[in-house]
């Protein structure tokens, strides 16, 4: 199974990502394997999409649940590749502002 250690600081590092974030909104992750933050940019797919194209990194964009302004982050990653995903994350946000 995954290691609750590992999902821990990833959750942590998520948390502090967001709380540095003006365009997210969400609940502090506290338990899980995955959050679905709000984006205040709009339909997250064009969010996906770029990730995709340019950061080889992807979320699951939010229509996936009638929720087109959320999108989902999963945190069962190797810290280092969680920690370059969030990198990777803030810059595709920072191109889309």
Known sequence: GTNAALLERNRAAFNAFVAERGDLECAPAEHGITAFPRWSGGDTQQLDDLLRERYDASVVAGRWFEMPDHFRVG???????????LNRLGAALDKLK
């Open 75 to 85: 945190f069962a990653l190797p810290e280092a590749d969680f920690s370059e995903a």
